[in-house]
């Protein structure tokens, strides 16, 4: 056993020529109607799914018939996405504040609290548990996630519709990111978002439940535990948050504990 102070030799550790196990980042320019909006971080591949998510998620565009085109092209060392939207939303996005550098970091990209946190409509009822074989759900991401086989460290999201048999699975370098885009991937599909339910990989944060909360979908999965503040949202906002542990049952959190920060 090498005794502290020695010197110990290890063998030279080279990495793989073509770097074909990492995964892969870029930054995304983002232009809205000529205007530059942000730079974000994300895995090169479905942008068209992330740009649409993403504007849903943020209150950017409300419906995805707002979105007019979406046109991407190589920006060394990245891309840029030229968005087209509507008059009524270009006017709504010059009036709000956003910041011009993004790491796809979820709130910590917003100017303002009230721009991070949004006011909230409580709703009245409960809305139904969009239910899922919990015991199969590990299985089921494993199946799904390409990226992941062949690179590793990506977060995954997906859509599932037991009624239509309806899997629909996203990665990304990012957790926000990759829920960003298997909701516009639902909802550019035209799917209903009550009638099946979404399921993360990742830690589970407040801006997860206000993306999931925002879109109309009732129900989110996440393989590792909410944070104190997400449960709260989700209490608020009346969406189903369940925690599928490892070899464990599934915890609902129960609306009625408060969950003091």
Same mark, same amino acid.
């Given at each position: ?15 793989? /020529? ?5 995964a892969? @980042? ?16 994300v895995s ?6 992330f ?19 979406i046109?991407? @092209?190589?920006m060394?060392?990245?891309?840029e ?6 008059? /009524?939303r ?12 993004s790491?796809?970091?979820? %709130? ?11 006011p ?10 969009? @239910?899922?074989d ?19 460290a990506?977060?995954?999201?997906m ?10 699975c ?9 829920l960003?885009?298997v ?11 009550e ?6 990989t990742?830690r589970c ?12 979908f009732?129900? %989110? ?5 909410p944070?104190?503040m ?7 906002t /009346?969406l189903? %948050?369940?925690?599928?542990? /490892? ?13 003091? @920060?």
């Amino acid at each position: 056993m090498p005794v502290m102070g020695n010197k110990v030799n290890l063998p030279a550790q080279h990495p793989p /020529r073509h770097y074909d196990d990492l995964a892969e @980042e870029v930054p995304l320019a983002i232009a809205v109607n000529g205007m530059a909006l942000s730079v974000m971080m994300v895995s090169p591949f479905d942008f068209d799914d992330f740009i649409t998510g993403h504007f849903l998620t943020e209150g950017i565009v409300k419906s995805v018939v707002e979105i007019k085109d979406i046109h991407i @092209e190589p920006m060394p060392p990245g891309f840029e996405a030229r968005i087209t939207v509507t008059g /009524r939303r270009e006017h709504e996005v010059r009036q709000r504040r956003y910041s011009l550098v993004s790491a796809g970091c979820g %709130l910590c990209n917003k100017t303002a609290m009230d721009q991070a946190f949004p006011p909230t409509t409580t709703q009245a009822d409960k809305r139904p548990l969009a @239910e899922c074989d919990v015991s199969q759900l590990r299985s089921l991401f494993e199946a799904n996630q390409t990226y992941n086989q062949k690179a590793g460290a990506m977060h995954a999201a997906m859509f599932v519709c037991a009624a239509s048999n309806t899997v629909l699975c996203s990665e990304d370098i990012g957790r926000h990111n990759a829920l960003d885009k298997v909701i516009g991937k639902a909802l550019r599909a035209g799917l209903q978002p009550e009638k099946g339910f979404l399921a993360v990989t990742s830690r589970c944060g407040v801006e997860l439940v206000q993306k999931a909360s925002a879109c109309g979908f009732t129900t %989110l999965y996440c393989l590792s535990s909410p944070t104190t503040m997400a449960v709260n949202l989700a209490h608020q906002t /009346r969406l189903n %948050l369940v925690y599928v542990p /490892r070899n464990n049952q599934p915890i609902m959190y129960d609306a009625k504990e408060n969950y003091a @920060e």
